[in-house]
């Protein structure tokens, strides 16, 4: 394993593609999450106060799993306990079988990387569809293409898609966006990850930017959720805190462009949303993990921040480790989960400097995580012999002054036999040949510093007043005066559109919208929404098609027509629960009359929010509406903006799978 | 009678740069010390300690204790990483031992690293000293985000009369003791790019505080045939010239 590894390291140092896509894209985010940082005040503490949730947590995991599996169930979700990857995958397997899929839609999950979930489907005879054109795994937590540059996924995109070969991300993104659009609308089965999951209330909370973490959770008649044993928080108010830092850290957003916070599968009354929801919930060794030294492993929240801040994994990328947990996190969680005799020289892939400790959004130890490891590597592998050896007599030497000082003598006699230039040594033997392939080494000393040493009288001393300390910049709050203002310069951040606007103009304000984009089909949320029922009145006086998105339930051809049918909306028109200022967020919720998927499948996005409903904060919705909205809906979707990406060498696009413009229209005297 | 300061000089210091040790004592003098070194002193185990050899590690670390516990007054070490070494990572090494854990907590609360000491115990603010011309400086990892010490070194620097100085990026120069051997072609990877930051700023000289990274440095440099070299730290404040050796 060490071998393979020292040789993929090689070829990566050796790819040009490689090293140009890394360089392009690391320190970009890197500086980005710091970016998105100074906007939080005081993100050190928040970060402490994540660190001792998560610490609670894992800490009296079993207990948590039991709460949050029962809350599961009386949501009417199903819960299945896998103890293995292969059971994991057997899971996956008997739910498609039962519901006889053909075709699975997925979205990108770490834990499907882990249990092998793609290979064991393919060998199953079940076809997944995902993002993963070029059969090879994410080479990035968080950013699977952050190896390739925008030349190779178009060459991928004209092998495996008939693409026709164009290096415009743009046109790659809308072609994805056809593609996979087809994909969504008629698989029976949407499988997904997690990013947490809520004890208290059972709640599931999926993030993403393109959507389709959106589209797999609700749009096929079954939805199966994977995710880690350990990815749980006891409230919902510790969600609204994650939820602060894992964007900030991943891709330097505020808040990503969606966040599904899903409750229970299809409720009576919902026009739309699966019928069936399980949750597999993983160990594959993580249970292990507790109580011993690497237990603080288990309080990732797989932001990927790490990896991006290691200089490392800038230089070798994600596939050089061979896992599907890269960089320092990785290089601890490989080791502990899959085998140490495996994985365990990962470890020692690092120099220790700290940077991954510093990014951690929940302050993980890594340096120390990493130690350990070594120290289980070097108790289970053989170490090289020049290492062994060299430490032990290294040791026995330093325990003892007199042989320390012999051997500097001995160390200084044969530094005169080897070849020097300019004074210092230009080749050692083996095995530290290694280091002066490289670099020159200093030649030991004749006279070491002790041999120097003699004590001094003092001389007369250089004291003075200590400068004073160098001003800590201001942080860089934006001064808003008021929620309103704030979730304004939020919203138009993200790239989202904001009218403001009174209760009378809505009909004129919208329908003028949509005609300016020659919109003749419109899905909306019902008549009964008080303030969308004049608009959708003056609207179908005009000749437009308003589509209210009922779906019938169970899987077939009766669905995926009626699917395809609300495709053809080249708009949809929703209220909003609620308005989130500091990130400039809308918050949707799943209902009678309110179709989800006419925030999703529409390239445009229309969203009547009255002023009133605008919170500062998640966290403040979340307590000042007693948590009642996201326990009372089947899905709550948090919108952020238009759905984007910036997978393709870090530029950003939008309209990938979700909606490509939205436009709020804040109403004031609402 | 002037107070008694203990110096840990560093295996790598006194068996490889002695230079940097008497221009430590001497820096440390100037500040009104007397300075001491308990000639029993060897190493403090962090070779071992990061290759995950944490039995050899605790016996250099017990000899370190036992060693310096005999001794009076502040230890001054001319070294961020053997400074983070005992101060954080003998606590990992002792985790609960009754008997070791305690004395190396003692012995923590003793130590400061060279800069550290001079501007948050010794009050210096003109520590003397002279150079002509830019200066790079590198901010060694276990120094900077190990121990938190980042503004002393630079504000040491900066009172020296003639220098320019210019801070490199917080970023690793790719040494990590056997890592350097290890995985030498990651290593190297990661040199390049701080070469190439150290050459972009056109300093004449890189200071840092960490003989290892510099040593790093400066020998790539010397393989490179560049006119660029190191200095520690206490070098440049003692008025030694540049050049670890």
Same mark, same amino acid.
Request: hydrophobic share 45%.
């Given at each position: ?31 980005? +999450? ?14 402490? @106060? ?20 029962? +809350? ?80 190779? =996924? ?14 415009? =991300? @743009? ?78 850290? #991943? ?75 890269? *960089? ?139 400068? %004073? ?49 020659? &919109?003749?089909?419109?899905? /909306? ?14 609207? $179908?006086?005009? *000749? ?8 019938? $339930? ?14 053809? /909306? ?48 998640? !966290? ?40 490509? +413009? ?9 | ?44 185990? !962090? ?56 004395? %190396?907590?003692?012995? #923590? ?35 900077? $985000?190990?121990?938190?010490? !980042?503004?002393?070194?630079? %504000? ?31 290593? /190297? ?7 190439? /930051?150290?050459?972009?700023?056109? #300093?004449?000289? &890189?200071? *840092?505080?960490? =003989? ?34």
């Amino acid at each position: 394993m060490r071998r393979d590894f020292a040789r993929r390291v090689r070829r990566a140092i050796a790819n040009p593609t490689l090293q140009s896509a890394l360089d392009h894209s690391a320190w970009r985010r890197v500086e980005a +999450r710091q970016e998105a940082f100074r906007s939080l005040p005081d993100a050190d503490s928040l970060q402490a @106060e994540a660190r001792a949730i998560r610490m609670r947590t894992v800490a009296e995991l079993e207990d948590y799993v039991q709460l949050f599996s029962r +809350r599961l169930a009386s949501n009417g979700i199903q819960v299945h306990r896998a103890a293995s990857a292969e059971e994991a995958c057997r899971l996956v397997i008997s739910i498609a079988r039962v519901h006889r899929a053909a075709l699975i839609a997925k979205s990108k999950s770490m834990v499907s990387e882990e249990i092998g979930l793609n290979h064991a489907l393919q060998a199953a005879g079940i076809e997944v569809v995902i993002v993963q054109l070029r059969g090879e795994t994410p080479s990035h937590i968080i950013s699977p293409a952050v190896h390739l540059r925008r030349e190779d =996924v178009a060459q991928t995109f004209q092998q495996a898609l008939g693409m026709p070969y164009s290096t415009d =991300v @743009e046109a790659m993104t809308a072609f994805a966006r056809r593609t996979l659009r087809g994909v969504f609308l008629s698989a029976s089965i949407g499988l997904s990850g997690v990013n947490f999951g809520v004890a208290e209330t059972g709640t599931l909370c999926i993030v993403t930017n393109e959507g389709n973490g959106r589209m797999v959770t609700s749009i096929p008649p079954v939805h199966i959720a994977l995710m880690g044993v350990e990815r749980i928080v006891p409230e919902l108010e510790h969600l609204a805190l994650m939820l602060q830092l894992l964007p900030r850290s #991943a891709t330097g957003q505020k808040l990503t462009s969606y966040v599904s916070l899903i409750q229970a599968p299809r409720r009576l009354g919902d026009l739309d949303g699966p019928d069936e929801r399980h949750v597999i919930l993983l160990d594959n060794g993580r249970f292990d993990l507790v109580g011993t030294p690497l237990e603080e492993s288990l309080l990732c929240i797989r932001c990927g921040a790490c990896l991006n801040a290691c200089p490392v994994y800038r230089e070798i990328g994600g596939h050089a480790y061979g896992s599907v947990y890269p *960089g320092p996190i990785g290089s601890v969680l490989s080791p502990a989960l899959f085998g140490v005799a495996e994985y365990g020289h990962l470890a020692k892939a690092s120099t220790l400097c700290g940077a991954c400790r510093d990014a951690c959004p929940v302050q993980i130890d890594l340096p120390t995580l990493l130690l350990r490891t070594r120290v289980e590597y070097t108790r289970t592998v053989v170490q090289p012999q020049w290492l062994r050896v060299g430490l032990r007599l290294y040791t026995w030497i330093a325990e003892r002054p007199d042989r320390y000082r012999s051997a500097l003598r001995v160390a200084a006699l044969i530094s005169r036999l080897l070849p020097l230039r300019g004074n210092w040594i230009r080749a050692l033997p083996p095995p530290f040949s290694a280091w002066t392939r490289f670099r020159h080494f200093p030649p030991f000393a004749r006279r070491p510093f002790r041999a120097r040493f003699t004590s001094r009288p003092p001389v007369t001393p250089r004291r003075g007043i200590l400068p %004073a300390p160098d001003g800590v910049p201001a942080r860089n709050i934006a001064a808003a005066t008021s929620a309103q203002d704030l979730f304004a310069q939020q919203l138009r951040g993200v790239g989202g559109e904001l009218v403001p606007c009174q209760t009378g103009q809505l009909p004129d304000l919208i329908s003028s919208r949509l005609g300016a984009a020659r &919109v003749d089909r419109l899905l /909306a949320w019902g008549a009964n929404e008080p303030l969308l029922a004049p608009t959708l009145e003056r609207l $179908r006086r005009e *000749g437009v098609t308003i589509l209210e998105g009922e779906i019938p $339930r169970g899987g077939g051809s009766l669905r995926e027509a009626s699917l395809n049918r609300l495709a053809e /909306a080249q708009a949809g028109l929703t209220g909003a629960l609620a308005g989130l200022a500091d990130t400039g967020t809308l918050v949707l919720a799943a209902g009678e009359n309110r179709s989800q998927l006419a925030s999703l499948l529409p390239p445009i996005h229309l969203a009547v929010l009255p002023a009133g409903q605008i919170f500062a904060s998640l !966290q403040r919705w979340i307590v000042a509406t007693k948590k009642e909205p996201v326990i009372g809906a089947s899905a709550v979707s948090l919108i952020s903006g238009p759905s984007r990406t910036a997978d393709i060498e870090m530029t950003l696009t939008t309209g990938v799978h979700g909606p490509g +413009r939205l436009i709020v229209f804040l109403v004031q005297d609402a | 009678m002037p107070e008694i300061v203990q110096l840990f000089a560093t295996c790598l210091v006194d068996s490889l740069f002695p230079e940097v040790g008497e221009a430590t004592m001497e820096v440390v003098e100037s500040a009104g010390y007397t300075v001491s070194f308990a000639a029993d002193q060897t190493c403090c185990g !962090q070779p071992a300690f990061n290759a995950g050899y944490w039995e050899e590690a605790r016996r250099m670390a017990q000899h370190t204790i036992d060693v310096m516990s005999g001794t009076i007054g502040p230890i001054v070490i001319p070294s961020g990483s053997c400074t983070a070494m005992i101060r954080h990572s003998y606590k990992e090494l002792f985790g609960d031992d009754p008997i070791w854990l305690p004395r %190396a907590r003692e012995l #923590a609360a003793r130590i400061y690293e060279l800069s550290e000491f001079l501007v948050d115990v010794a009050g210096v603010v003109d520590p003397g000293g002279s150079f002509h011309g830019m200066l790079a400086y590198h901010p060694s990892c276990h120094l900077a $985000r190990g121990l938190g010490v !980042q503004k002393q070194p630079l %504000a040491l620097l900066r009172a020296v009369p003639g220098a320019q100085v210019t801070p490199l990026e917080q970023e690793c120069c790719g040494f990590g003791g056997i890592f350097a051997v290890d995985h030498p072609e990651i290593s /190297a990877e990661m040199l390049e790019r701080r070469l190439c /930051a150290i050459e972009e700023c056109g #300093a004449e000289a &890189v200071v *840092g505080a960490d =003989v290892s990274c510099l040593m790093h440095m400066e020998g790539a440099l010397r393989k490179s045939g560049s006119p660029v070299r190191c200095a520690h730290l206490a070098q440049v404040l003692a008025g030694r010239g540049i050049g670890l050796r």
